[in-house]
Nanobody, 117 residues
Framework: QVQLVESGGGSVLAGESLRLSCTASGSDSSFIIMGWYRQAPDNRRTLVASITRNGAINYAASAKGRFTLSRDSAKKTIDLEMNNLQPEDTDVYYC???????????WGQGTQVTVSS
């Protein structure tokens, strides 16, 4: 069973930075996709950034140019460096991984990001 441990959320002022980290365990193989989603108060989860097994990275439009997703495959860790944070980035951020197409993905417990103006 895949388990995810997230860290790095917090409260910052507009223009500051945060780094989110997610470490996965419980899978012997690499993941076909790893990424970060955010959850709005209406409980909708939307993609922030993701990386596929072959290294292709996808960013939400709001994240492009400000956020950088990186991966350490050996450690099964992804990091999301978030720069120039704005109040509209405030949400709960969830790590997501999927081991294969034949199994469901796994979610982390969520980490709060709060940006004040």
């Amino acid at each position: 069973q895949v388990q995810l441990v997230e860290s790095g959320g917090g409260s910052v002022l507009a223009g500051e930075s945060l780094r989110l980290s997610c470490t996965a365990s419980g899978s012997d193989s690499s993941f076909i996709i790893m990424g970060w989603y955010r959850q709005a108060p209406d409980n909708r989860r939307t993609l922030v950034a993701s990386i596929t097994r072959n290294g292709a990275i996808n960013y939400a439009a709001s994240a492009k140019g400000r956020f950088t997703l990186s991966r350490d495959s050996a450690k099964k860790t992804i990091d999301l460096e978030m720069n120039n944070l704005q109040p509209e980035d405030t949400d709960v951020y969830y790590c997501f991984v999927r081991a294969s197409l034949s199994v469901d993905g796994s979610w982390g417990q969520g980490t709060q990001v709060t940006v004040s103006s």
